[in-house]
Nanobody
Framework: QVQLVESGGGLVQAGGSLRLSCAAS????????MAWFRQAPGKERDFVAA????????PYSDSVKGRFTISRDNAKNTVYLQMNSLKLEDTALYYC???????????????WGQGTQVTVSS
């Protein structure tokens, strides 16, 4: 069983930056694909980015490509999401997820954190 704990969310002005972290425990972190999803109020949960076990594959959603960067440190059992040039529409609850396959659909991920809130203000 893998436990995931997100941190780093907060309130930021449009154009600013935040870095989210997701610390994993209870499993062999380096064997899992990791992903970030987000859910805005009244909307479905959407894929943001994912990273394979080695960090060599990092797909992104079109809405964040070029602004967000996902990375991982297997020695620290942590995955990160660096978010730059934040927009109002990036406001959401951001979830970290772990799964065996690198996918962009949430049903492929077995383990989820509780989420960290990101709010972008004008």
């Amino acid at each position: 069983q893998v436990q995931l704990v997100e941190s780093g969310g907060g309130l930021v002005q449009a154009g600013g930056s935040l870095r989210l972290s997701c610390a994993a425990s209870g499993g062999t972190f380096s064997t899992y694909a990791m992903a970030w999803f987000r859910q805005a109020p009244g909307k479905e949960r959407d894929f943001v980015a994912a990273i394979n076990w080695s960090g060599g594959m990092t797909p992104y959603s079109d809405s964040v490509k070029g602004r967000f960067t996902i990375s991982r440190d297997n020695a620290k059992n942590t995955v990160y999401l660096q978010m730059n040039s934040l927009k109002l529409e990036d406001t959401a609850l951001y979830y970290c997820a772990a799964g065996r396959l690198l996918r962009s659909t949430d049903r492929e991920y077995n383990y989820w954190g509780q989420g960290t809130q990101v709010t972008v203000s004008s």
